[in-house]
């Protein structure tokens, strides 16, 4: 509390770089900067603006970004409404970004490509989407791929369990281990839907989605499926990608290697078991010598 009451006594600064407004509290003033050049050029999010595969640009608006440099000041920008895992969040409504910064190092640029595609998402269509599609439009356009990674070891997809997309929505708001494997599972069903769009990736359901009442009734105009038609598709496609094939052939890489490197050892350790043991007969074949005892 003594930290939060000192950071809000020293008062931040704010720093405009093009359309970005960074705000950051004493010591972290150049991150800020660097981290508002990032956002003003911030580009690429699947499905908005045109170019090649649909990719452009955040609409031209306003953006005010705040780093929080502990824990305590993050949660009071917050309000506390967000479990303890997270580090970031983003307010469309206001044009706002909140980065919890007290490990600068860990990968902010990753974090803020993040946020800045919910705000491009939800300013391109101009309304909420379900929580699933959400943040993984979000994991895909920061092309978060290690989390993708994790799911080929995920006991629980390899034995067959099935996710619904509810679920998913469940577990972006749980624990930090369950948050990730949601996260993951949002990415793929967002990657199946940019597959169907072919060259167009997700430009026709964005563009279908500001116009549709519903997002069960973009994906209608989009792809003419329902939603449940797609959760069947989605959760064949992600046994076929992750399921108990995957799962051994990622353990099995994973012993594998292991293998190798026990192997390594051992090879090492009888290497050097032989010169211990080529030492110890010249010492004592010399030993024997000055003994007279060999001759």
């Known amino acids: 509390m003594l930290s939060l009451l000192y950071l809000l006594a020293q ?6 770089v093009g359309r970005v407004t960074a705000v950051a509290w004493p010591g972290q003033e150049r991150l800020a900067t660097a ?3 990032v956002a003003d050029h911030a580009t690429g999010f699947p499905g908005i603006g045109v170019g090649a595969g649909g990719a452009g640009a955040l609409p031209d608006r306003p953006i005010r970004l705040i780093l929080a440099p502990t824990r305590e000041l993050y949660d009071s920008l917050t309000r506390g409404r967000l479990p303890l895992w997270s580090e970031g969040a983003a307010f469309p409504d206001a044009g706002t970004i909140v980065l919890l910064t007290d490990r600068p190092n860990d990968r ?4 803020l ?5 919910h705000l491009a998402l939800r300013w391109h269509v101009g309304r909420r989407a379900p929580l699933w599609f959400e943040e993984g439009y979000a994991a895909v356009a920061a092309q978060e791929w290690d989390r993708l990674d994790a799911l080929r070891l995920n006991w629980q997809l390899a034995r067959g369990v099935r996710m619904t997309l509810d679920d998913v929505d469940r577990s972006l708001r749980g624990a930090r281990e369950d948050a990730q494997t949601g996260y993951a599972l949002a990415a793929t069903a967002v990657l199946l839907l940019q597959r169907w769009g072919g060259d167009r990736g997700l430009e026709p359901l964005l563009s279908n989605l500001a116009q549709a009442g519903s997002f069960d009734a973009a994906l209608r105009d989009t792809y003419h499926i329902t939603a449940g038609d797609f959760e069947d598709r989605w959760q064949r496609d992600v046994a076929s990608r992750y399921g108990w ?3 051994a ?4 890489f994973f012993w594998l290697a292991i293998g190798a490197i026990l192997a390594a050892l ?8 032989r010169a211990k043991r080529a030492a110890l007969d010249a010492e004592e074949t010399e030993m024997l010598d000055d003994l007279g005892i060999n001759e």
Do not use: F
């Open 11 to 16: 008062g931040p600064s704010a720093t405009e």
């Open 113 to 117: 490509r993040h946020e800045l595609a």
């Open 266 to 273: 051992v090879g090492l350790r009888r290497r050097r078991d």
């Open 245 to 247: 094939l995957t799962w």
């Open 249 to 252: 052939g990622a353990m099995g």
């Open 108 to 111: 902010p640029t990753t974090a």
């Open 35 to 37: 981290l508002a050049e």
